[in-house]
């Protein structure tokens, strides 16, 4: 009995092992991306910026194709943050293979930023320009992004940010823009061939990277000209932000900027805040599909694959070709 039971049994195990085993081969190998044609420029990768004002991180530079053959032609530059998941190469811990199945089932952990605007370059649609990204600091990713002004200044008092057990006076948010405008900037503009005024500096992130956007250009509205804040996490504040910037957003007439969310996974509760910071872009001058945008994305959820899918637009929003 046990050898008949044994002998039927074996095919469909070895079956499964087979089906299984195929899975595991087309997780570990599909290209995901396949943006081959565009992977072009070159990359300058330090593993430890110093900082006075937060924790040594890494940071990557993306330089567009072309940019050693002429020395005469100067580039805009766009600030990322979540640094490590700009770009699908080996220096970022999320393209090692263990992460793999994360990527697959995530349709993909990068935005391939390098991707999406050398290729946008190559249809003339906007202007090459020099990418920073900016690595998170696991652990204090939320104390870094979160605007820090609008939490601890707000008439209500907040008692923790989200869900992570971070009060407001944790938040180091200042801290992090002034790295970024006191001493990676400068160095970025001394060293490379930047176009480093107003207009030609802009700041990008999703989520919580939206929302560190949003307050660089109400902190410093004479650095950036421009920010792209995509899935804008206002839920974290409850708000509080937008009552903030009703007071402290800079007046239309030098900046560009651009807002976006889905109503799919988690942006399904943004669209109420986003409405209410719309209205807040009207009352300080903004034109509507001129010098601000906002859109929204029928059934995108909070991913990736959703931003690498739609970053063209605010890539066009801010260096486009007139």
């Not at 601890?152 to 790295?179: A, C, K, Q, V």
């Not at 939206?210 to 000209?225: K, N, Q």
């Amino acid at each position: 009995m046990a050898y008949f039971f044994t002998k039927s049994i074996l095919p469909f195990v070895l079956f499964t092992v087979a089906l299984l085993l195929l899975f595991f081969t087309y997780v570990f190998t599909v290209d995901i991306y396949q943006n081959h044609p565009y992977k072009k420029g070159s990359f300058v990768h330090y593993e430890n910026f110093p900082s006075d004002n937060i924790s040594a991180r890494p940071v990557d530079i993306w330089l567009p194709e072309g940019y050693s053959d002429d020395p005469d032609i100067n580039y805009p530059v766009i600030y990322l943050h979540d640094g490590q998941m700009m770009f699908n190469k080996e220096t970022s811990p999320h393209s090692s293979i263990w992460f793999r199945p994360l990527d697959w089932w995530w349709g993909g952990i990068f935005w391939d930023v390098d991707a999406s605007i050398t290729e946008l370059v190559s249809q003339k649609k906007i202007e090459p320009a020099i990418l920073i990204s900016i690595w998170t600091t696991y652990g204090k990713r939320a104390i870094e992004l979160m605007p820090k002004k609008p939490v601890t200044e707000t008439p209500t008092y907040m008692t923790e940010i989200g869900n992570w057990g971070f009060t407001p006076e944790m938040i180091i948010s200042d801290h992090y823009l002034r790295f970024i405008v006191e001493e990676l900037k400068p160095f970025v503009d001394r060293k490379y061939r930047t176009k480093s005024d107003r207009e030609n500096t802009f700041i990008m992130g999703a989520s919580m990277g939206g929302l560190i956007s949003a307050y660089a250009i109400s902190e410093y509205p004479d650095v950036f000209g421009g920010a792209a804040c995509l899935s804008t996490d206002w839920t974290l504040g409850k708000g509080a932000e937008i009552a903030w910037y009703q007071k402290y957003w800079p007046k239309a007439g030098s900046h560009r900027v651009y807002f976006d969310f889905g109503t799919g996974y988690m942006d399904v509760n943004y669209e109420p805040y986003q409405n209410e910071m719309d209205k807040v872009m009207v009352s300080h001058g903004y034109t509507e599909g001129q010098d601000w945008v906002t859109k929204k994305y029928e059934g995108a959820g909070h991913f990736p694959r959703e931003w690498r899918a739609r970053i063209h637009t605010p890539l066009i929003f801010l260096l486009g070709q007139d």
